[in-house]
Each structure stands twice: as structure tokens, then as C-alpha cells.
């Protein structure tokens, strides 16, 4: 464990490390080398090394202290079963995966070793589908992935549901391989009833093609949820989609708004649709506005449209940034994939510079000036 850091400043270290990540990229952006082969080449062996850095910094973090959330609960279930002394037995019911992987380290090993192997599935499987997706010219897009004002925090509180957002987007990657989409996508499943959603908005896109749907979808959601958004939280909450799991209805109805330090406010959350509009502008003006034709582009488009849309009909619930969250692990494919894949303009390694910097104000806001 990394007991040598003060804890009040460890997040921030993280943080002002992809400040200077960001930075330093811009730079390179504004010199017009960041798409260079050489540039591209040290970019790539910082990515693989600050990943060799980030895994066991982010995994070995201290695991009694609030300030790493949700990290405090899982200790404690992990302990629980240890203390039971019970064997270990494969479980197929609800979030599968996670709950067979917690049991089997609490059996077999270490809390820290497996808060570490958390981090390493996390950081590992971003980095690799970054690498499926852009080459050699990976960095950049995680280094945005990374500068996310919420990457931190599911991979420390909301640990299920980064580790389902981070394998369902490697299984995104695997277009051309279903059955390995497939299994990775049920693999994902298994770590939080939340990427339900991303797969079915995935397989809606997969087969209803057209972005303009999806636009006046989402722009007809937020119409909604202003409106008559509580009525459209209390129905849905009804209908108890998850059985047992009360934790959607929980959330809809601000029942589960103790016991956590983090954002409980049931508003409509201009902020968090300012964010997610971002995403939403950019990929309308390069399909839209520059007739971006690239498949694979559309298909991530249109998932993060119809993940965001069921986000925004539920913007006041308790925990909103969680059912936000679901399609921010999108965002930043949606946000950098034209630049990498097309030349747009004539200064077009500014404009990329330009870009991350908007990209990275909301994440420089939440995370450097408030803290």
C-alpha cells in the first residue's frame, strides 16, 4: 500500500499530473508536431509508461479514508467475506462478474492486490481500446480519456461501474469480431446492471443507423425531462426494472441520497447537460456540418446519444453524475475521433490544441479550482 503520500493530497497530484499531460500536448499541438511520427512515438512510450505509473498509484492507494468513496464499502464486504470462511462458489446471479471476482480475492488473496488488479482491468482495457482505435496515435485520445473530471473517481468509487464502462468499450472496439464483442459485452454486464444500458443502446445504434434520430431524440429528451421530468423519474422508478436491485429506484426517488460525500442535489443539472452537450455539438458539426463519413464514427455517435438521452429524461435524480457517467465513458471517443482520422482545416494541429483545451475546462473547473 502507498502510505507515503499525504492522503488530503493525493487525488491532487493526479490531478495536476494531467494538468501538465494536457499542457504539454497543447504545446505540441500549437508547434504542429503532435501528429508527427517521432512526436506520436514518445507520446506513445509515456502512455504505456504513465500507465505502468498510474495502475499501482491508483490500486495501492490507502483503502481506510473517505476520501476515496465507495473504496471504504468494498473493504468492508470484502472483509465480511473473509470472516465468513466460507468456500469459494461461482454465482451467476445479478452483477456477476464483480461479486465472483470480490469473493475469489477475499478467498485467495489480499484486499490491496485486489483493489490493484480493479485498477489494472480499468487503466488497461482504456488504454488498449485507445490503441485498437487510433494506432500509434493513441495518446491523445487517453490522455483526454484520462483528464475526464470523472475518470478518478470510478476508479476509486464507483468501482463496478468503471471497470463495466471501461471492458464494454474495449468490446466496442471489436466490431469486426462479434463473438468477442459479444462475450466482452456480457463481461462487462456482469460488473454493473447500469452498462445494460450502454448494450442496448449500442445494439439500437448497430442497427438503426442514421444520427439524425438520435439528435432530435436527445434534443426531444431534454425538452422532456424539463417539462415533465419528475413524472417521467417516478414512473420508471415503478416499474422496479431490476428486481431485487433496488438501487435505480432508489436513486430516482432520493431515497439513496445519505451516506455518501458526493453530488446528491435532485436538480436539473445545467452544468452536467453543458458537459454532455459537448459531445452532442461536436460530433453534429463534423457528421452534419462536414459530412464525416465513418461508420464505425456514426455507430459511437449514435450509442452515446441514446446512452445520454435516458440520462437526461432522470437529470434531477439523486447521484445524477452516476447515470451520467454511463455515457461520459463514450465522450471522449466522440470528442477526438474526427480530429485523428481526417484533416479538416490547414492549421488542423491547432485547431486539435484548441479542442483538448475546451475539452479539458469543465475536468480544470471541477477538479483544480474547486478541488
Excluded at 464505425?296 to 446512452?307: G, V
Aim: include cysteine; proline fraction near 2%.
Amino acid at each position: 500500500m502507498i502510505d507515503f503520500i499525504p492522503i488530503q493530497n493525493y487525488v491532487f497530484y493526479f490531478d495536476v499530473t494531467i494538468l501538465c499531460m494536457i499542457i504539454i500536448a497543447v504545446w505540441q499541438c500549437h508547434s504542429g508536431s503532435i501528429l508527427r511520427t517521432e512526436t506520436s512515438n514518445l507520446n506513445a512510450m509515456w502512455g504505456i509508461m504513465f500507465s505502468c505509473l498510474l495502475i499501482p498509484y491508483m490500486g495501492l492507494r490507502p483503502i481506510k479514508s473517505g476520501y476515496f468513496g465507495d473504496t471504504i464499502n468494498y473493504a468492508k464486504g470484502f472483509y465480511g467475506i473473509q470472516m465468513s470462511n466460507e468456500s469459494f462458489v461461482w454465482n451467476w446471479s445479478g452483477e456477476w462478474f464483480f461479486e465472483n471476482l470480490l469473493s475469489w480475492f477475499a478467498i485467495n488473496s489480499d484486499i490491496h492486490l485486489f483493489f490493484l488488479f480493479c485498477a489494472f482491468i480499468y487503466v488497461s482495457t482504456f488504454w488498449l481500446s485507445t490503441i485498437r482505435i487510433f494506432k500509434n496515435y493513441y495518446y491523445i485520445p487517453f490522455l483526454v480519456i484520462l483528464s475526464m473530471f470523472t475518470f478518478w473517481q470510478y476508479g476509486v468509487n464507483g468501482i463496478r461501474n468503471g471497470l463495466g464502462a471501461s471492458i464494454f468499450i474495449l468490446a466496442m472496439t471489436y466490431v469486426n469480431k462479434p463473438m468477442i464483442m459479444i462475450c466482452l459485452g456480457l463481461l462487462a454486464c456482469g460488473c454493473h446492471n447500469s452498462i445494460y444500458l450502454m448494450a442496448a443502446s449500442a445494439g439500437l445504434a448497430w442497427f438503426l443507423k442514421n444520427s439524425y434520430y438520435y439528435l432530435i431524440g436527445w434534443l426531444l429528451s431534454v425538452g422532456l425531462s424539463y417539462i415533465i421530468g419528475p413524472k417521467i423519474q417516478a414512473v420508471l422508478a415503478s416499474l422496479n426494472i431490476f428486481g431485487d436491485d433496488n438501487r435505480l429506484s432508489d436513486y430516482l426517488t432520493g431515497d439513496a441520497q445519505t451516506g455518501e460525500i458526493i453530488q446528491t442535489s435532485m436538480t436539473f443539472r445545467w452544468d452536467f447537460l453543458a458537459y454532455s452537450a459537448m459531445g452532442v455539438a461536436v460530433g453534429y458539426y463534423f457528421i452534419f456540418r462536414r459530412n464525416f463519413k465513418d461508420e464505425y464514427y456514426h455507430w459511437i455517435y449514435n450509442t452515446y446519444l441514446a446512452t445520454n438521452a435516458f440520462w437526461v429524461l432522470v437529470i434531477r435524480a439523486a447521484y445524477s453524475n452516476r447515470f451520467a457517467q454511463i455515457s461520459w465513458f463514450i465522450l471522449p471517443i466522440v470528442l477526438i475521433y474526427p480530429f485523428l482520422k481526417q484533416r479538416f482545416w490547414p492549421n488542423h494541429e491547432k485547431m486539435l490544441g484548441y479542442a483538448i483545451i475546451l475539452f479539458y475546462v469543465f475536468t480544470f473547473y471541477y477538479n483544480i479550482l474547486k478541488g
